[in-house]
């Protein structure tokens, strides 16, 4: 049904705001032009109401989620192309046209550059030209994962690249043979990714034409990344910390120098230790420690020594296949790194009022949460969020299998390799390898209300409003201001979807 002037209101709803809030209020929009309206401007404006009015019976009326980290769904992986464009392209829209069911209206999907494959068994013959091949693929699924959306599918934003810059140590499901080093810097970069698509223009969401990295997954603590942040975040690039052992003054370093984002936090990264705290620190990052006016700024202090593994053992690596095929839980031991001290605080810095808290030097960065309970404890989910709300990303990081319909039992995965479905559990056949996730982004949601104690309006906003914001798209995604993408999703008081709607139109309704 639509509306005879194109204008529709949402009435009896509760919807969340920016600030996590839920307020009893009318929205409208306009679905022809798919976007969200001041209703009173309207009003005076156009001089009339809405021809249609749709009562939500006290139901959430809220922005569409957002998946910024999703390796595939629907038996469709994003880091495997078998040399058929169309194929490929049916698999990725068929993506975007049946994950509304879930809520998500935009994602970002993610590529784990070192795995992904193009006639795997012939290229297994030569292993070591196999990374030149690789590469020359990485032109070809750029052009086909450029920002897609038809009238009745999620919205696809771009590419988030996840290595091969990262760490051997936490490399999980990334193949030892494909890792890089960026020895010249932002040169790299541009000879892996290509230099034309590590430009974001303003106007991206407008321009289905634009291809490009997103997001780029990667080490700072790897020869050449740090020196390249600072470029990367000039283009328009998110630059996220991840599959990385950097102790917490090289975490701080890169944040100084513009990185945004940490992936996937808990999973691929030393765990926290008192003593150096490593990425997961950054969570908590002290005055003390950022304080521009300390001359011994983390970005000065001398860096740790950097890890390297022998070329022997990567020879061996490559030749036996990766020893670990989980995404998130190659936990290699790490041991606790000496701590940045830095010189006593002037007294004139410490304050006599109450509640008072001395402003950081930089922004801490967003960071991502798997909610399955399986990834991270529950008690480590309510510890990441007590920390820094406003920079919560809940993801799925969901791999081919995701799919809210498929039963449990052993699935096809790639190289021959198959996955055990147990619930939200997701094993390599034969193993008790965790082999990435397969939860949903509303269950995220439902789960990390549950996990947090949060409210459910605060649990939206972490899969609407933060991500978002961390893209640098907020006045178009993840919001209800006027302007923004009419990208709807009508939640229970218990935070099921009853229905999807994308730029007006509702493109996905639950069954009765």
């Not at 307020?23 to 404006?45: A, Y």
């Not at 993610?110 to 690789?134: G, K, Y």
């Not at 991840?242 to 513009?258: D, E, K, R, W, Y």
């Not at 995220?444 to 947090?452: G, I, M, P, Q, Y």
Request: proline share 6%; glycine share 8%; hydrophobic share 40%.
């Amino acid at each position: 049904m639509t509306s005879p002037n194109g204008l529709i209101c949402f009435t009896n709803c509760l919807l969340p705001q920016e600030d996590g809030a839920l307020v009893e209020k009318d929205l409208w929009i306009d679905e022809r032009r798919g976007v969200v309206l001041d209703s009173q401007k309207t009003f005076f404006l156009r001089k009339e109401r809405p021809d249609r009015v749709i009562d939500l019976g006290g139901n959430i009326l809220s922005p569409g989620f957002l998946d910024i980290q999703i390796n595939g769904a629907y038996n469709f992986d994003f880091s495997v192309y078998e040399g058929d464009d169309e194929t490929y392209r049916t698999g990725l829209h068929r993506v975007a046209e049946k994950i509304v069911e879930t809520g998500v209206t935009s994602l970002l999907p993610t590529i784990i550059l070192s795995s992904f494959s193009a006639e795997r068994d012939a290229i297994a013959v030569f292993p070591h030209p196999s990374l030149t091949q690789e590469r020359s693929l990485y032109p070809k699924l750029l052009h086909l994962l450029r920002p897609y959306h038809s009238p009745t599918s999620a919205t696809l934003l771009g590419w988030h690249a996840e290595g091969p810059f990262i760490q051997f140590a936490k490399r999980g499901a990334h193949e030892p043979q494909f890792l890089l080093t960026a020895k010249e810097d932002i040169k790299s970069f541009e000879e892996v990714y290509g230099a034309d698509n590590l430009t974001v223009n303003e106007d991206w969401l407008m321009d289905d034409e634009t291809v490009g990295v997103r997001v780029i997954t990667a080490a700072p603590e790897v020869d050449g990344v740090m020196s390249s942040i600072e470029e990367l975040t000039r283009r328009g690039i998110v630059f996220s910390i991840g599959h990385s052992i950097a102790s917490t003054g090289l975490a701080t370093a890169a944040v100084q120098n513009g990185a945004r984002l940490i992936t996937h936090l808990f999973n691929a990264m030393p765990q926290l230790h008192h003593r150096d705290p490593s990425i997961i620190g950054l969570l908590g990052a002290s005055p003390h420690l950022s304080s521009p006016s300390n001359p011994a700024s983390p970005v000065s202090a001398t860096f740790p020594k950097i890890h390297r593994v022998p070329s022997t053992v990567r020879r061996s690596a490559a030749a036996q296949g990766p020893q670990a095929t989980s995404e998130a839980f190659d936990d290699v031991q790490t041991p606790p790194l000496t701590p940045v001290l830095r010189a006593q605080t002037d007294l004139d810095d410490l304050h006599l009022q109450k509640g008072k808290v001395a402003d950081l030097a930089f922004e801490r960065p967003f960071y991502e949460l798997i909610v399955d309970g399986i990834h991270s404890h529950p008690n480590s989910v309510r510890l990441a969020y007590s920390s820094f709300p406003e920079g919560c990303v809940l993801i799925t990081d969901a791999m081919k299998i995701l799919d809210p319909h498929l039963k449990d039992g052993v699935h096809e995965w790639r190289d021959g390799k198959r996955f055990v479905k147990s619930g939200d559990k997701l094993y390599l056949e034969g193993t008790d390898t965790l082999a990435g996730s397969v939860v949903t982004l509303d269950k995220c949601v439902r789960n990390f209300s549950r996990f947090t104690g949060c409210s459910l309006g605060e649990a939206i906003r972490c899969a609407t409003y933060n991500p978002a914001k961390c893209l640098g798209i907020e006045h178009r995604k993840g919001t209800l201001r006027p302007g923004a993408d009419a990208d709807l999703v009508v939640l229970d008081r218990r935070g099921k979807v009853l229905s999807t709607w994308v730029r007006g139109r509702e493109v996905w309704t639950k069954a009765d």
